[in-house]
């Protein structure tokens, strides 16, 4: 798994079922080792490295990934589960209204046919005991599934054969431990089921919608996925920008006895347009890489990145300067000089002109500041 470097605490996600989802832990994720024996695969991390506890925080991340309009999703794996690890709802009612199951299984050999068969009585006996409605969808979420299991699930009618097969085999041990009522219920329920609702879950498909989420980077030693062309600025001002523009406006103002108060003033000037193009658009290209670290890598890893900026600038934003415009160009160029931390996995993809832009989302946030009326000290 990918190396990680420890927060202080954790950070809280969506809120389901008016609890605050325990999202991503709060970590840097480090770059993976460059030599070296090759690096593991996703797929043997998750077959051979992972524990049922972590196949079962995997595959809720996964879940929440899909795109699935779902109102509540819990985890519900462990003892006394009824069949269902991970309800999915989508409704506020929960399992008692319409929800898909999800059940992980993680065993190093292949899912077969004599492993689904008890999960699926589970189910329909929590149905006939009233501990939750059918799910419309059960799917079986496993490392790898058998040939012969994974052909059953492509025909639902050849599924529930095989599974009436296994009922009524002499010495079967499905449904033994229920009594007489009980296992006549079941029995009738799964010959009045639509067995299309089982299903399974390739492992492409689980990596695919995994990989792009945050989790996915923080599990797995891969390199990050390639970062999207930095966009031109836009033409008007945002109110992302209100705060570093108001900045810029008094350098420039102090600097040249201006009065600019809008960035279209500071546009059309000869003294400040060119320096002003280039300032906005190292704050959008910080921007473009804040918003790729936030769809690859924990916010922490990003944070690191952002913090170690500001280690290196701050001492030098708080040497005395005889204007505002002096401090921001030494500001700027010890940011230039600066060279991100190596082991920060998202260091390779942080530009120089990233450096000097983060500079003014520090100064976005007040945490720099250019003017600090040195003609009064």
Known sequence: ??????????????IFDGIPEPE???????????????????????????????????TVEWVRALGEPYALVRRMGGAGDRGADIAACLTMQGTDGEWHCYQCKHYQAALVPSDAWPEIVKIFVAKIRGAYELPTRYIFVAPKIGTTLSRWFLSPETLKAKFFEAWNKDKSTLGTDLNAVDRAAVEELARTTDFSMFKQADMDWILEVHRRTPHHVRRFPEQLPPRPAVGQPPSEQGPLEAVFVRQLLDVYNEKYGLTLQTLQEARKHPK???????????????ESLRVFARESVPLATYGAIESD??????????????????????????????????VNILSPVVTLLDQKGLCHHLANVNRLTWCKGEEEQ
């Open 24 to 58: 991503l832990p709060d970590v840097v994720v480090l770059a993976p080792r460059m030599q070296g024996a090759p690096l593991p695969t996703p797929e043997q991390v998750l077959r051979y490295d992972y524990s049922e506890d972590d196949w079962e925080d995997f």
């Open 1 to 14: 798994m990918a190396s990680v470097l420890g927060g202080a605490g954790s950070t809280s996600g969506p």
């Open 309 to 342: 900026l500001y280690e290196a600038v701050v001492d030098v934003a708080d040497g005395s300067y005889d204007d505002g415009y002096e401090r921001l160009r030494a500001v700027l160029n010890a940011a230039a000089s600066h060279h991100p931390n190596s």
């Open 272 to 286: 400040t347009k060119d320096h002003l193009v280039r300032q906005r658009g190292a704050f959008y290209s910080a």
